[in-house]
C-alpha cells in the first residue's frame, strides 16, 4: 500500500518543541485531509484541501498549521502542543472533494510528553 | 452541525453467522455514506459506499441500506469470517455551496468474529 504515505510513523515530542508531520500521494489526486483518531473518539477532520486550497478548518487550535505546496504534498506543522493532542494523525486524499473514496496513509503516532 | 451516531459499539458473532451495523446522522442535507474498515494496527480502507439517490448496494458479503426519510443508513455483513474482525466506521458527508464539505464519523463498532 504505497498510495499514501506519511512521515514520521511515529514521534514523541514534547510541549515547547516544533515538529512537522509530512503525508505525500501518489495518486492524482486532487484533495487531501488531515484527520486526528485518538483512544475513544471517532476520526475528527481536521483540515481539507482541493487542489491546494484549504477549504476546511474544522475548529482546529492554531497550535496545529497545514501546509499545502502543492496536491500531492501536505503538511501539518506542530508547535506548543499539549499531552491531550497525543493521538494518530491520519492523512487521506481522494480525487475530488466530498462524494469520493478517501485513501488514507498509515499514519503518525503522535506522543507528546 | 451534522451529529453521526453509531451502535454498537462492539458486537461478537459466530463465525457464518450475520453482522448488523447501524447509524443515524442529523442533518437531512447528507449525501453520500461511507463505510470504513479499520484492522488493527492499520489505515482505514473504503469496503462499501451508497449515495443519497440510491437505498441499497451490495457488493458480495457486504450491503449498506439508506433510509433517508429515518436518516439512518446500516451496513450488513453475511456469513463473517474471522478476517472481518476490525472497527468499522460509518461516515456522513456534506457537500454544499461550491467548495463547502463537511464529513463527519461515527465513534466506530469493534466487531469480532469467533471461529
Known amino acids: 500500500e504505497t498510495g499514501v504515505t506519511q512521515t514520521p510513523r511515529h514521534l514523541v515530542m514534547g510541549m515547547t518543541n516544533k515538529k512537522s508531520l509530512k503525508c505525500e500521494q501518489h495518486?492524482?489526486?486532487?484533495?487531501m485531509y488531515w484527520y486526528k483518531q485518538s483512544a475513544k473518539k471517532p476520526l475528527e477532520l481536521m483540515f481539507v484541501?482541493?487542489?491546494?486550497?484549504?477549504?476546511e478548518n474544522n475548529s482546529v487550535p492554531s497550535r496545529f498549521s497545514p501546509e499545502c505546496p502543492n496536491s500531492s504534498h501536505l503538511f501539518l506543522h506542530l508547535h506548543t502542543l499539549q499531552p491531550e493532542d497525543s493521538a494518530l494523525y491520519l492523512c487521506?486524499?481522494?480525487?475530488?472533494?466530498?462524494?469520493?473514496?478517501?485513501?488514507f496513509g498509515p499514519g503518525t503516532r503522535l506522543t507528546v510528553l | 452541525g451534522e451529529n453521526v451516531e453509531q451502535h454498537p459499539s462492539t458486537l461478537s458473532v459466530q463465525e457464518g453467522d450475520s453482522a448488523v451495523i447501524k447509524c443515524t446522522y442529523s442533518?437531512?442535507?447528507?449525501?453520500?455514506f461511507p463505510w470504513y474498515k479499520q484492522e488493527l494496527g492499520k489505515r482505514p480502507q473504503l469496503i462499501i459506499d451508497?449515495?443519497?439517490?440510491?437505498g441499497e448496494k451490495k457488493d458480495q458479503r457486504i450491503a449498506v441500506t439508506l433510509n433517508k426519510t429515518a436518516k439512518h443508513f446500516s451496513l450488513h455483513i453475511t456469513e463473517t469470517q474471522p478476517e472481518d474482525s476490525a472497527v468499522y466506521f460509518c461516515?456522513?458527508?456534506?457537500?454544499?455551496?461550491?467548495?463547502?464539505?463537511?464529513?463527519?464519523f461515527g465513534k466506530g463498532t469493534l466487531l469480532t468474529v469467533n471461529p
Open positions: 451508497i449515495r443519497s439517490n440510491v
Open positions: 442533518d437531512s442535507a447528507s449525501n453520500y
Open positions: 461516515a456522513a458527508s456534506i457537500q454544499s455551496g461550491g467548495s463547502n464539505y463537511k464529513l463527519t
Open positions: 487521506a486524499s481522494s480525487q475530488a472533494l466530498a462524494t469520493d473514496t478517501q485513501y
Open positions: 495518486l492524482g489526486h486532487n484533495a
Open positions: 484541501y482541493n487542489f491546494k486550497e484549504q477549504t
